[in-house]
């Protein structure tokens, strides 16, 4: 596994090392002392897997309020996705900045996006399938998030007419979750 830190504190791509024979690949998806070699010191308690039948699908731009914030380690297992994190804590320099990372199940790259930070992705194929860990209980009234096509974020999604929930598409934008919340406590 290789790690790479972003310039938004705590949010690392890790790209995956396959080995490969005339079978098919092995490959480690997690191990916890190269986890915690690069400063990575985590504790999964849930894992998730979502799937997505069309190219254009957004999901997010999640996040839990503390103290049920989560850190999640995104990894795409089927299709491709264009992963996003966007900084809502509070106090940080790169507060409402947000990074893209794209991860296929072809490159076998993973996210790790901290707490405090909203996560969304939006599908490249048909057939998208994305597993994820996360470090904290999902607890339904602590969730909140952003929408997807806030303004003043500027996201550069990859489908101009998403297919999103109902949800997702009720969301707060980022000046009245500021209004409100001020940033996330991580």
């Not at 994820?132 to 003043?152: L, S």
């Amino acid at each position: 596994m290789q790690f790479h830190q972003c310039d938004l504190r705590g949010v690392y791509e890790i790209t995956l090392e396959p080995r490969s024979d005339e079978r098919g690949f092995f490959m480690r998806t997690f191990d916890r002392q190269l986890f915690d070699r690069s400063g990575i010191n985590v504790e999964w308690v849930q894992e998730n897997h979502s799937r997505s039948i069309q190219k254009g699908v957004i999901r997010g731009l999640h996040f839990q309020f503390a103290p049920h914030a989560e850190t999640k380690l995104i990894r795409c297992i089927r299709g491709g996705i264009l992963d996003i994190c966007v900084d809502l804590r509070t106090g940080s320099p790169t507060f409402g900045e947000w990074r893209s990372f794209e991860l296929t199940e072809g490159n076998k790259k993973m996210v790790l996006i901290p707490r405090g930070c909203a996560h969304g992705f939006c599908t490249l194929t048909d057939e998208s399938e994305v597993v994820y860990k996360v470090d904290n209980y999902y607890t339904p009234q602590a969730e909140g998030g952003v929408i997807w096509n806030d303004p003043d974020l500027q996201i550069t999604w990859p489908a101009a007419s998403p297919l999103l929930s109902e949800k997702d598409s009720k969301l707060k934008t980022l000046k009245e979750f500021k209004a409100i919340h001020k940033g996330l406590i991580p």
